[in-house]
T-cell receptor
């Protein structure tokens, strides 16, 4: 089983749609969870961290289920500018030497 | 603050040539990283440095060497480039704490002919 798995997509949705991305991770000792966004030919940038209680930032909602080792990202009212690849990222196997493990990303294309 | 800077932005090498990719950060971060990103493979960690003076191998270290010159700078060297090293290389840095953001440089697009 791969360490961090995501549906590669692409997800093609119309403006205004709600879209959900899912991610599973294999190491139950993982400590921190993130969603990064990567635009075409650009570097990844942090979109939001994912906390155990779930968290929301405007149109974006992230949830974590530690028991199922599952992370989700919900985007409401999609905008053209949301078109990008969304990377699920997991950190930590205990101690300070843990590193970020990146999923391969889910590509989103929002159409007019 | 410039964040994380990388040079060069683009490079074309012939098989067997050597080169060094430079990375610097101005955020006073202890941890720095080198990744490569290939289509369909996602980001893969080549080497990382948890602090000045220390370096450790990541998932795909073969064919690369690194130097943590000081707290700001972390360079990646290809001693004898191979076509399999054609990729986009990202440098990143991260502050302490499990929820601190990892900041990436703009990347170096390397082609080995």
């Amino acid at each position: 089983r791969k360490e961090v798995e995501q549906d590669p997509g692409p997800f093609n949705v119309p403006e205004g749609a709600t879209v959900a991305f899912n991610c599973t991770y294999s190491n139950s000792a993982s400590q921190s969870f993130f969603w990064y966004r990567q635009d075409c030919r650009k570097e990844p940038k942090l979109l939001m961290s994912v906390y155990s209680s779930g968290n929301e930032d405007g149109r974006f909602t992230a949830q974590l289920n530690r028991a199922s080792q599952y992370i989700s990202l919900l985007i409401r009212d999609s905008k053209l500018s949301d078109s990008a690849t969304y990377l699920c990222v997991v950190w930590g196997y205990g101690g300070s030497q843990g590193n970020l493990i990146f999923g391969k990303g889910t590509k989103l294309s929002v159409k007019p | 603050n410039a964040g994380v800077t990388q040079t060069p932005k683009f490079q074309v090498l012939k098989t067997g040539q050597s080169m060094t990719l430079q990375c610097a950060q101005d955020m006073n971060h202890n941890s720095m990283y080198w990744y490569r990103q290939d289509p369909g493979m996602g980001l893969r960690l080549i080497y990382y440095s948890a602090s000045e003076g220390t370096t450790d191998k990541g998932e795909v270290p073969n064919g690369y060497n690194v130097s943590r010159l000081n707290k700001r700078e972390f360079s990646l060297r290809l001693e004898s480039a191979a076509p399999s090293q054609t990729s986009v290389y990202f440098c990143a840095s991260k502050g302490e704490g499990s929820y601190n953001e990892q900041f990436f440089g703009p990347g170096t697009r390397l082609t080995v002919l």
